[in-house]
């Protein structure tokens, strides 16, 4: 049902007339009757009886149109806190993004939320180490697994699936693996945080058994983008989050590997020091990098 066509209905019992409720709505009175009959047969009822000489509100009207001005009025409400919060959608934003997903997808989002919100300032912080609020003077974080400190609140974005990846190239040179144990004779490309080198990498088939292999390498970075640039240039394997190198595999610049073993999984969340501290900018923020993430993840299905 249309909300144009009830507020014709509105209107039409309110002047007891389709002419008169025309007339007040400036339009053809062919229309708001076309209007009439619609949610009538919608409905599979008649709100109105009449007559060569009236019109007046049936039965079933008299029960309909009430609650059909309440909804009306609830969806006039929802429209004005939806101008109220855009209204106030101005201020500086001072964001911390990890390399790889901000320098790749953040970046053209932000230029697109700033486009729809101009009265915004962003400051952005990108890098891989991990965030102090206070020390690095930022306001919310988009990072890769739930938040560990019970003080901080946020918002979960998305699921995110790890994928094992490699080159055309690489491939091509050193043949595909079939199963996670033929990773021991590939070359590694390993994320390394602080004095934590990640060789040993996870995989669940499809019974939920999971299995830890360690691998060797000759490159490790504390950059995740990095990490991505050398598979991207033939240079070894690697597990990253599907969201980091969805362009990659879209375009046929990397290739998606054992698909029958789910590496490991994460969470992308958008993290802020309290929820004392959650504004309207980060609230529209959130929606903006799901509708995103969705878009990604309904690509990467098909």
Not at 128 to 138: A, G, T
Not at 199 to 225: E, I, K, M, P, Y
Request: proline letters at 4%; charged letters at 25%.
């Amino acid at each position: 049902m249309q909300t144009e066509d009830l507020q014709v209905i509105l209107k039409v019992a309110r002047f007891g007339s389709i002419t008169a409720a025309a007339a007040s709505l400036d339009m053809h009175i062919a229309t708001a009757s076309a209007a009439v009959k619609r949610v009538e047969k919608i409905l599979g009822a008649e709100l109105f009886i009449r007559s060569t000489r009236q019109l007046r509100v049936s039965a079933a009207g008299e029960r309909f149109l009430p609650q059909c001005e309440q909804a009306l009025q609830l969806l006039e409400q929802a429209r004005s806190n939806i101008v109220r919060d855009n209204e106030t959608i101005t201020g500086e934003v001072r964001l911390a993004v990890s390399s790889d997903l901000g320098r790749n997808k953040l970046l053209p989002w932000l230029d697109e939320f700033i486009g729809q919100h101009p009265e915004v300032k962003l400051r952005i912080h990108i890098g891989d180490s991990n965030i102090d609020f206070y020390r690095d003077e930022v306001d919310m974080a988009l990072r890769y697994g739930a938040p560990k400190d019970s003080g901080m609140s946020g918002f979960k974005i998305c699921d995110v699936p790890g994928v094992l990846c490699a080159a055309e190239s690489y491939l091509q040179q050193f043949g595909e693996p079939q199963c996670p144990e033929d990773l021991t004779g590939h070359n590694g490309l390993f994320y390394q945080l602080g004095d934590v080198l990640h060789d040993v990498w996870s995989f669940t088939d499809n019974t939920g058994h999971t299995q830890r292999v360690r691998l060797t390498g000759n490159r490790a970075s504390n950059d995740g983008d990095l990490v991505r640039r050398w598979c991207v240039n033939g240079k070894g394997v690697a597990v990253k989050s599907c969201l980091d190198v969805s362009d990659d595999l879209l375009t046929g610049r990397l290739k998606a590997l054992l698909p029958d073993y789910q590496p490991r999984r994460s969470e992308l969340w958008l993290v802020c020091p309290s929820r004392n501290a959650i504004t309207p900018v980060m609230r529209v923020l959130r929606d903006h990098i799901r509708q995103k993430c969705h878009q990604i993840t309904l690509a990467l299905k098909q």
